[in-house]
């Protein structure tokens, strides 16, 4: 299971970026990578391929890829900057807490 998933809000801890907090767009496991909204942005040529009219073309800025280690969870119930901890429920499945408060992070 990933500490973080889709929709967490995450702190950037290194790099351009450093302090911002944005949602998680997207996580790539196996990559070990996070696309956070508004952070790491690239700038990207977008040239216009064959019979595509409509494709928007020039320079375009996207999310870039990060790995995950360079982000932290912001915690949604204390607003914290937190490391997460895994707990199980009676029926043995396998939840997020966070480190600080205590409290569950998914619902
Ligand atoms: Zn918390």
Redesign the pocket.
Known sequence: MNKIRKGDTVKVLSGDDKGKTGAVQYVYPKKERVIVAGINMMKKAQRRAPGQVKTQTGIIEREGPMHWSKVALV?P??G?Q?RVGFEFTADGVKYRV?N??G?AIDK
Do not use: P
């Open positions: 915690c119930n204390c914290k937190t966070c600080k408060c409290n």
